[in-house]
């Protein structure tokens, strides 16, 4: 290969990291990851490298010296929008998705290292798309997710390009592992004529793309900036129509103020115990019972989407569910 990298890969043996660098692997690049432990079930590529480390205790001069000879990096850790921390919540979203960025973005510019591509959350895009909703005020993962970008292109100059890939929901199969969405999509496969679930829709793309997102970031001279990718924009009761593989079924849509008491109730909850929710639920179902679309314009320059390849990411998922 002509243009082979040497990339380093913070995350690089969970569920989109190990999309990641199988891709990267398989186009000839040098991939070495970052990870608390090594993947022992014998389904990482065999010519992927490891660090054995914590990213969140890993110190600067041994970063230095990670980073001697590394092309790329990419930011493929963090914590994502289902971890429950203890309040406040927002200090553990920062030093989880925050810190690293900033340790990562320090070291490079001593190393040299031309691009620095962080996998981030489409929830930062809304964000900034819709200010009226106030989203990084009330929920401390969106605004982790929007300091990140903040952090992340404060070390962006001619030398060093950072881009952040913007990701909505996710979809895809790893080896040995149940999806996320295994309880959603048992629930959706009820045996009762109907069921229950909200408005609204959000965009989607296929763990596939997302590795190819990080291809194309690598090959091309993106600039510097945040970019969501998106294969397709699901309605709700879209999405529940393929997690029945096209079985259709009665929805009965349960509205925003049936749903506030029972979001309020989840929330004093979590107050006594003293944690908190990335997501505050309450406000977060004004996102839930929106259509959160993404639009191709909006989206990464170069990145083509793919619904067939959705459609066989979730059809993925739905028989992994069965087993």
């Given amino acids: 290969m002509e243009d082979r990298k040497q990339v380093l890969l913070i995350g690089g043996t969970g569920f989109i990291g190990y999309h990641i660098s199988k891709l990267l692997l398989e186009q000839g690049h040098v991939v070495t990851v970052i990870s608390r432990n090594r993947n022992n079930k014998g389904i990482m590529h065999p010519n992927l490298h490891y660090h054995i480390a914590d990213i969140d205790a890993i110190t600067f001069q041994e970063l230095k010296l990670l980073l001697a000879g590394i092309d790329v990096v990419i930011f493929a850790a963090g914590a994502d929008d289902r971890t429950l921390a203890k309040r406040s919540a927002y200090d553990f979203f920062y030093k989880k998705n925050v810190v690293p960025v900033k340790k990562l973005g320090e070291a490079m510019k001593v190393n040299g290292i031309t691009k620095f591509i962080i996998l981030g959350s489409y929830f930062s895009w809304l964000s900034r798309n819709k200010p009226e909703m106030k989203l990084e005020k009330q929920h401390p993962y969106i605004r982790s997710r929007a300091e990140q970008i903040r952090q992340g292109l404060s070390f962006a100059d001619e030398k060093l390009r950072v881009i952040i890939l913007e990701l909505p929901y996710v979809f895809g199969v790893y080896p040995y592992k149940k999806s996320m969405w295994t309880a959603l999509i048992n629930y959706t496969n009820t045996v009762l004529p109907f069921l229950f ?52 079924i009665r929805i009965i849509h349960l509205k925003k103020w049936l749903l506030l008491p029972f979001a309020k109730l989840l929330e004093s909850s979590l107050r006594i115990t003293n944690r908190e929710s990335g997501l505050k639920l ?22 083509v989407s793919n619904p067939n390849l959705l459609d066989t990411a979730i059809k993925g998922m739905t028989e992994i569910s069965k087993q």
């Fill in 282 to 303: 309450s406000s977060f179902l004004a996102i839930q019972c929106n259509t959160t679309f993404v639009f191709p314009e909006n989206c990464l320059q170069g990145f």
């Fill in 197 to 248: 679930y909200t408005n609204g829709g959000t965009a989607a793309v296929s763990v596939m793309q997302v590795a190819e997102s990080v291809s194309i970031c690598i090959q091309n001279s993106i600039p510097s900036g945040s970019y969501p990718v998106a294969d397709a924009n699901l309605t709700w009761d879209e999405m529940i129509c393929k997690f029945r593989s096209g079985k259709k």
